[in-house]
């Protein structure tokens, strides 16, 4: 089946003009274990081609080294491509695994100018504040980062994991052009405050693990068969019997799918697709891979319009999940609600 070139919208009232899905880099030098460069660079491509423009990346990822890693692909494609950067997770360099929450104006400073030479860019497209240190004012936060707009650091603004009452917060200070959360079958939490939020503000929905980190495709049910390294050992639904009651929850979307002739990661990723028509907002969900085919088959889900039916076949998944997204979800919207 040969796969779409995906339509376009526009992220925020003012924010760049980017394909419909785009494109979680992160485990291509992060998180999920081994990776092969030469195959995540044909991944890059091979999204291009099929009309992916936003490509997501942070400095956390891999300690900076998936902003290296990405830079070659945004030069050569630079006037084609949105980069999507973040800072907030700072990497104490004697403790590599541990992250500490910094939204102060001095590190913001120092960690734009570190992206800025790691992604060899003069601008970054979308900069995120990747978490919320309740501890600064966001006033102050997104202030600074107005700043960065001003200087020419920046072009948008965009937060990660904040409340409904922070993005008010943040849009007062400085137009905020994305909002990314956690948002799938799985994981629904945002609807209830965030996503009004942002429909009534203008702001763009940017859904992270829209596969629910793959577990959502069926190609893992159990964390425990992961490498040692792979990142979703450490969440409590992808483990145990957590993870034994959620993979049963893929049967309902396993009867969608073969409805629809496609597999149950298209229905899982069309059905977040959908919620820009549902909610009445752009969303751009940006799955996470580093197979070309995966690409492909992530694009076709942005032609798959399910029906009502199958919508409401689909809804009862989310109250099912065993256990938490994260082991500590102090640090997610939920989490502060």
């Known amino acids: 089946m040969s ?3 995906i339509p376009t919208v526009r ?9 419909v899905q785009g494109l979680g880099c992160m485990g291509m030098s992060f998180a999920y274990g081994p990776s092969d460069a030469e195959e995540s660079r044909a991944t890059l491509d091979r999204a291009l081609e099929l009309g992916v423009t936003l490509y997501d990346t942070a400095d956390a990822y891999g300690d900076g080294e998936n902003e290296r890693f990405l830079s070659p692909f945004f030069k050569a494609h630079r006037d084609e491509v949105v980069i999507a950067t973040k ?5 104490p360099p004697d403790d590599p695994a541990r992250r500490i929450i910094r939204n102060d104006a001095p590190y913001i400073r120092q960690a734009v100018e570190a992206s800025l030479e790691r992604l060899d860019v003069d601008v970054i497209d979308l900069y995120y504040m990747h978490r919320r240190d309740p501890a600064v ?11 960065l707009v001003r200087e020419g650091k ?5 937060l990660s994991e904040v409340t409904a009452g922070e993005l008010r917060a943040a849009h007062a200070v400085h137009p905020i052009a994305a909002v990314q959360s956690e948002w799938s079958l799985f994981s629904r939490d945002i609807e209830a405050q965030v996503v009004p939020a942002a429909r009534e503000l203008g702001v763009a929905l940017v859904p992270y693990s829209p596969l629910g980190r ?11 068969t992961l490498t040692a390294d792979d990142y979703r050992r450490t969440q409590p639904r992808f483990t145990g019997e957590n993870a034994a009651a959620n993979a049963a929850l893929l049967e309902v979307i396993r009867a969608v799918a073969k409805a629809h002739e496609a597999t149950v990661g298209e229905i899982a990723l069309a059905w977040v697709q959908q919620q820009a028509r549902v909610h009445g907002l752009p969303v751009v969900p940006i799955p ?24 409401a076949l689909l809804e009862p998944i989310a ?3 065993a256990g938490d997204r994260y082991a500590d979800m102090t640090s997610t919207s939920k989490g502060r609600e």
């Open 3 to 5: 796969s779409p070139t």
């Open 288 to 311: 996470g891979t580093r197979r070309p085919s995966r690409v492909e088959e992530n694009a076709r889900a942005t032609t798959i319009s399910l029906t009502e039916d199958e919508l």
């Open 319 to 321: 109250d099912k999940v």
């Open 214 to 224: 793959g577990f959502l495709t069926g190609s893992f049910t159990q964390a425990e």
């Open 137 to 147: 004012p966001i006033e102050d936060t997104v202030g600074v980062m107005a700043e």
């Open 11 to 19: 992220l925020g009232e003012h924010g760049p003009e980017v394909g």
């Open 154 to 158: 920046v072009k948008q603004l965009g």
């Open 87 to 91: 800072f907030a997770l700072s990497i």
